[in-house]
């Protein structure tokens, strides 16, 4: 049974920084794209960034490009969202999500998703 917790996030000002930790279990295929979707009130949900479980490629919104930064510890099996000069627009509940390698900025071609974590930033 695949599992995906996300921790990390909380209340920070604008111009800080937060990191987002996803513990996986029962990824039993190694070729997956682990990505981070944000879903604002009133919004629909968004691709943030995505990695491959190798850690060899990595993907970001033109958005967070610069600011976020995602990274996996294969021996953990745990993936990363370093956010830096977090910003009022960034505020969001965070998901973390698997898929078996089709597209990586597609909620549609994940097939497995976190409970999620609220980011917010205030100004």
């Known amino acids: 049974q695949v599992q995906l917790v996300e921790s990390g996030g909380g209340l920070v000002q604008a111009g800080g920084s937060l990191r987002l930790s996803c513990a996986a279990s029962?990824?039993?295929?190694?070729?997956?794209?682990m990505g981070w979707f944000r879903q604002a009130p009133g919004k629909e949900r968004e691709f943030v960034a995505a990695?491959?479980?190798?850690?060899?490629?990595?993907y970001y919104a033109d958005s967070v490009k610069g600011r976020f930064t995602i990274s996996i510890d294969n021996a953990k099996n745990t993936v990363y969202l370093q956010m830096n000069s977090l910003k009022p627009v960034d505020t969001a509940v965070y998901y973390c999500?698997?898929?078996?390698?089709?597209?990586?900025?597609?909620?549609?071609?994940?097939?497995?998703w976190g409970q999620g974590t609220q980011v917010t930033v205030s100004s």
């Open positions: 029962g990824l039993t295929f190694s070729r997956y794209y």
């Open positions: 999500a698997a898929n078996r390698g089709s597209s990586y900025n597609s909620g549609e071609a994940y097939d497995y």
């Open positions: 990695i491959t479980w190798s850690g060899g490629r990595v």
